[in-house]
């Protein structure tokens, strides 16, 4: 049982260039997110998806776009990168409890992404 | 909206004293409230979580209590550790609406031995 697992660890990219962040979860949760972390910013939620087939944007959305390929794997793609994105990423699942309250979410290890 | 406010850190401590990082929240409906932490290089990962008023949650020592009144979710430890240096984020999700966690600015805590 692995958990959040992403790919890549390290990533460094030139202005304008493109990639995808990839994410998978073991735990058969329904729910995943992909989030920022920036210095002093906390974490914001750039993407999520609730189920498989759904997908939602969060506070920071611009400039990325999502794709849920299945209820295990949820991607991050950067079209045009730019120095602004330069972050950690996290990816992250839950699964939904009792009566509508969502169970804690499980954080994957993170992507160190520079664009120069 | 939903947002959350925790101490502005770094807070340092000397192994041993008492720790206190404080977390006030706002929220539509009834909120959940969690306390997670990332040590270096890691992800995060939950310390501790309270779903109603008056809930504490604990583990590793650590405890907060739900209160509504003051619409508070202060973290608390005894005696802490070097071990316990990472950075420390609360968090709110509201029941029976969105799903998404919102989070604090996260604190960071240094122990020296």
């Known amino acids: 049982n692995a958990g959040v697992t992403q790919t890549p660890k390290f990533q460094v990219l030139k202005t304008g260039q493109s990639m995808t962040l990839q994410c998978a979860q073991d735990m058969n949760h329904n729910s995943m997110y992909w989030y920022r972390q920036d210095p002093g910013m906390g974490l914001r939620l750039i993407y999520y998806s609730a189920s498989e087939g759904t997908t939602d944007k969060g506070e920071v959305p611009n400039g990325y776009n999502v794709s849920r390929l299945n209820k295990r794997e949820f991607s991050l793609r950067l079209e045009s990168a730019a120095p602004s994105q330069t972050s950690v990423y996290f990816c992250?699942?839950?699964?939904?409890?009792?009566?509508?309250?969502?169970?804690?979410?499980?954080f994957g290890p993170g992507t160190r992404l520079t664009v120069l | 909206g939903n947002s959350v406010t925790q101490m502005e850190g770094p807070v340092t401590l000397s192994e041993e004293a008492f720790l206190t990082i404080n977390c006030t929240y706002t929220?539509?409906?009834?909120?959940?409230l969690f306390w997670y932490v990332q040590y270096p290089g890691e992800g995060l990962q939950l310390l501790l979580k309270?779903?109603?008023?008056?809930d504490k949650g604990s583990n590793k020592g650590f405890e907060a209590t739900y209160r509504k009144e003051t619409t508070s979710f202060h973290l608390e430890k005894g005696s802490v550790q070097v071990s316990d240096s990472a950075v420390y984020f609360c968090a709110l999700t509201t029941q029976g609406g969105s799903e998404k966690l919102v989070f604090g600015k996260g604190t960071k805590l240094t122990v020296n031995p």
């Open positions: 929220a539509t409906g009834y909120p959940s």
């Open positions: 309270a779903t109603k008023a008056d």
């Open positions: 992250a699942s839950s699964s939904k409890g009792l009566a509508g309250v969502y169970n804690e979410q499980f």
